[in-house]
């Protein structure tokens, strides 16, 4: 409760603070600063962004962020503002010139007749020229060690290119040597451009041990006189080969491992392929910084994080699988579909949907060839309709299972030493006779982030996503009780546990629904009032229509912008989760100043919960 009520709490000591607003005025030829002009400081204006006692931007503008009394009226260079419930204001994109600007901050008391302002601030701030383009030294040897590449560790398979660049003084002669072999020229791209590339290979197809690659530059057009007359360095990334005929065998470990599509810089990770458990083998072909390439079948390659995997032992071999038979029958969880599958093998299973919008599985074996002539599917078996196999690729069997229902609702994957169980769930069945669809149904709900170590996105009042959060889940609990639900909590109080447990914690509550709760945020260098509005994120094709479901509610009972509905999303309490229909709600965001005043509104969170309880049961309904 003490939480609870912290964000009333901290309003009413801020609520003494007054807004501003600024007008660009030419610039006293003094050092530039943010400072208040001959009114005495006060606590009722202060400015947030720019926090820097004497900012400076090459930019053509600056963005203004500041607090004040709520209910003030603030101008910020001469514009009026919104003063938001927090008493926060904003004015994004203020156009600066070059050199000293003064932007003049405005505030007049809640309730003033007069446009007299009462209190002010001047931010003084210095517009730089943009830096100079980089120009390479003509009259010397110069090498910019920053652009070596490759600049992580390398591993490739015979005839693999590696690829090789680097900026250097333009029109000279530059080579490079990969470890053990010959130096190889690498050309200059385009005229003069100081930017010099190459694709080499190893000239033979045994193992090499991974060293930097060495790099020379060597004065072709330059004065006699200059010097020196060659550089020699190498590359920051150590480069190797691994042949081709040795299977490199490596195990996942204790805690999975997630197989990636490709190395990308990407937020959350992914795009993922697949989710393997502890014991399966994979065959390495190559190694990129941090990463292991391994190859699933002739066609197919996927990454995987080295620190997943440990070396198998020296007796292992990878399985090379074919199965005859698949057979389906009902169990008390519902129906369970058996593929003969030795220990080790590596597979996929993801949800697809139809274009006519039916939902089925696919289960993607790998190191396999199709010798299924027996499909027994027994008269236990209630929720399949059909199961159908395929040679998808050279060593890819693909299973498709396709239930009676058009919907979906949940799968889980078990692994035995002979045999991959894929169990389908039926949807819940649902009380007739109770006013809300949801009454006798479990849902397990997650408030993101948590503790001191992962507070989550923080906006201009101070108040950390992480509380925001868990006061929004607990009153979609309460929402959630009133309607007859159960309701288990993934995280209590103020605890952090890890992002794979919160899912463990998810599976193992049995729950018929699955909803986390987070506030977004975006990047503030474009602008604080740039990005708003509430957003639901799933992952799997078969948790989308719920996805809908909630954001229609969201919008219509809050108000907020439509931020959309977001596929594919790799949180990953929400790509672990199957066995249930997954979302994640994103309030709004907290890094504009308007949707922080709406979620630190205990109104409009209570508007926030209803609208996900509401969305929740339409799903419900719509499957009924």
């Not at 001469?78 to 010139?97: S, W």
């Not at 996942?252 to 083998?281: K, S």
């Not at 292991?292 to 996927?302: E, G, K, S």
């Not at 989308?544 to 509905?565: C, I, K, N, S």
Request: charge should be positive; charged fraction near 20%.
């Amino acid at each position: 409760m003490k939480l609870k009520r912290a964000p009333q709490r901290l309003l009413a000591v801020l609520c003494a603070l007054v807004a501003a607003a600024a007008a660009v005025q030419p610039a006293p030829p003094a050092a530039a600063s943010a400072a208040a002009d001959t009114t005495p400081a006060s606590p009722m204006l202060a400015l947030l962004s720019p926090a820097e006692p004497q900012p400076t931007t090459t930019r053509e503008y600056v963005n203004v962020l500041g607090r004040t009394a709520p209910g003030a009226s603030v101008r910020v260079g001469g514009e009026p503002v919104t003063v938001f419930a927090t008493g926060v204001f904003a004015r994004d994109r203020v156009p600066l010139a070059l050199g000293p600007n003064r932007i003049l901050i405005e505030a007049s008391p809640p309730g003033a007749s007069a446009p007299t302002p009462t209190q002010t601030l001047m931010l003084d701030i210095e517009r730089l020229p943009p830096p100079a383009p980089v120009v390479w030294p003509a009259d010397r040897l110069f090498v910019n060690g920053a652009s070596l590449r490759p600049a992580e560790a390398l591993t490739v398979a015979p005839g693999e290119a590696v690829e090789v660049a680097v900026q250097a003084t333009p029109g000279q002669h530059v080579e490079a040597r990969l470890p053990g072999q010959r130096w190889q020229r690498v050309p200059e791209a385009g005229v003069a451009s100081g930017r010099y590339l190459a694709r080499l290979r190893f000239d033979r197809a045994g193992d090499v041990a991974a060293a930097p690659l060495q790099l020379r530059l060597l004065a072709q057009r330059l004065p006699r006189s200059a010097r020196p007359r060659q550089i020699t360095t190498e590359t920051p990334g150590a480069v190797g080969q691994w042949r081709g005929d040795t299977a490199r065998l490596f195990v996942v470990g204790a805690d999975g491992a997630g197989l990636l599509h490709g190395l990308h810089e990407v937020r959350l990770g992914g795009p993922f392929l697949a989710e393997l458990p502890a014991g399966t083998l994979l065959h390495a072909t190559g190694r990129r910084g941090a990463h292991l390439r391994v190859q699933l079948a002739p066609d197919t390659t996927a990454w995987v994080a080295e620190a997943a995997l440990a070396p198998a032992a020296p007796e292992a071999s990878l399985p090379q699988t074919s199965f005859t038979s698949i057979t389906a029958s009902g169990s008390a969880e519902g129906d369970v579909i058996s593929l003969p599958l030795p220990a080790g093998a590596a597979y996929a299973v993801n949800a697809v949907s139809t274009p006519d919008g039916r939902q089925l599985l696919e289960v993607e074996v790998f190191g396999a060839h199709h010798a299924t002539t027996w499909v027994s599917q027994r008269a236990t078996a209630r929720l399949l309709r059909e199961l159908h196999v395929e040679q998808a690729g050279p060593g890819r069997v693909r299973v498709r299972i396709t239930p009676v229902a058009p919907r979906l609702w949940g799968w889980r994957v078990e692994r035995t030493a002979t045999a991959l169980r894929v169990l389908l769930r039926p949807a819940p069945l649902l009380d007739p006779t109770a006013a809300s669809p949801l009454a006798g149904l479990r849902v397990a709900l997650e408030a993101g982030h948590g503790s001191a170590d992962n507070r989550g996105a923080v906006g201009a009042t101070g108040v950390p996503e992480k509380d925001i959060n868990r006061w929004t889940t607990e009153a979609l609990q309460a929402e959630l009780l009133a309607a007859g639900a159960q309701v288990v909590m993934v995280r209590e109080g103020d605890d952090n546990p890890s992002l794979r447990e919160r899912a463990r914690r998810v599976d193992a509550s049995q729950a018929e629904l699955f909803v986390s709760v987070h506030a977004n945020a975006a990047d503030t260098g474009g602008g604080f009032l740039r990005v708003a509005g509430a957003s639901t994120y799933f992952k799997h094709a078969n948790h989308r229509e719920l996805a809908a479901a909630v954001q229609r509610r969201l919008l219509e009972q809050t108000g907020l912008t439509d931020f959309g509905v977001v596929g594919n999303f790799n949180y990953t309490p929400l790509r672990l989760t199957t066995w249930m229909p997954a979302v994640l709600v994103e309030q709004a965001f907290v890094t504009h100043p308007g949707d922080e005043a709406n979620l630190l509104d205990p109104t409009l969170r209570a508007r926030l919960a209803r609208a996900v309880r509401m969305g929740l049961e339409d799903h419900l309904r719509s499957g009924r």
